[in-house]
């Protein structure tokens, strides 16, 4: 299967806190994309890491990515409520098709 | 707006009826993709285009659906003799095809009802 699994599947925090959400695939990627999603839209992306890179910033966001172990990680810090949605990772192998699993649904409480 | 754009935004239709939706994605990009998306459920891949070109289609996708890319600019996807289990959202992106990495640009999606 070409789709990346997140871990949790559901996530409920305290604002202020930080939120981390995992990812595993099985094949060769090329890179590895984040979304997120609100409910009844459509999909945002978040950031992308090349299999190359092992752990990138983009403000309050850190992705890793460990290719041998086929994994990547998503934390978010000091959460907010404006992050309450779905996060999905899609690994992307040379065709640069996105499967997209069945996400995290992460909760931020004010 | 130069983002991608669907309509239309809802769609309700009684089983056998057949249905079109259409996708404006950002006017650069030469990739154009569907997906499917139901209730809890991540997006399902469909098909996608390079252009005007349908380069992959997936293999559990029904013959009842097609989707065309005339000219590389906008696509239709249709669903013939829809069924209840056809209804979901579905979702257009496009993106620019670069070779390191491109990421997708979503529209709003079509929510589809068949009853």
Known sequence: ?110 | DTGVSQNPRHKITKRGQNVTFRCDPISEHNRLYWYRQTLGQGPEFLTYFQNEAQLEKSRLLSDRFSAERPKGSFSTLEIQRTEQGDSAMYLCASSLASGHGEKLFFGSGTQLSVL
């Open chain 1, 1 to 110: 299967s070409q789709q990346g699994e997140e871990d949790p599947q559901a996530l409920s925090i305290q604002e202020g806190e930080n939120a981390t959400m995992n990812c595993s695939y099985k094949t060769s990627i090329n890179n590895l994309q984040w979304y997120r999603q609100n409910s009844g839209r459509g999909l945002v992306h978040v950031i992308l890491i090349r299999s190359n890179e092992r752990e990138k910033h983009s403000g309050r966001l850190r992705v890793t990515l460990d290719t041998s172990k086929k994994s990547s990680s998503l934390l978010i810090t000091a959460s907010r409520a404006a992050d309450t949605a779905s996060y999905f990772c899609a690994p992307v192998t040379g065709a640069n098709n996105l499967f997209f699993g069945t996400g995290t649904r992460l909760t931020v409480i004010p």
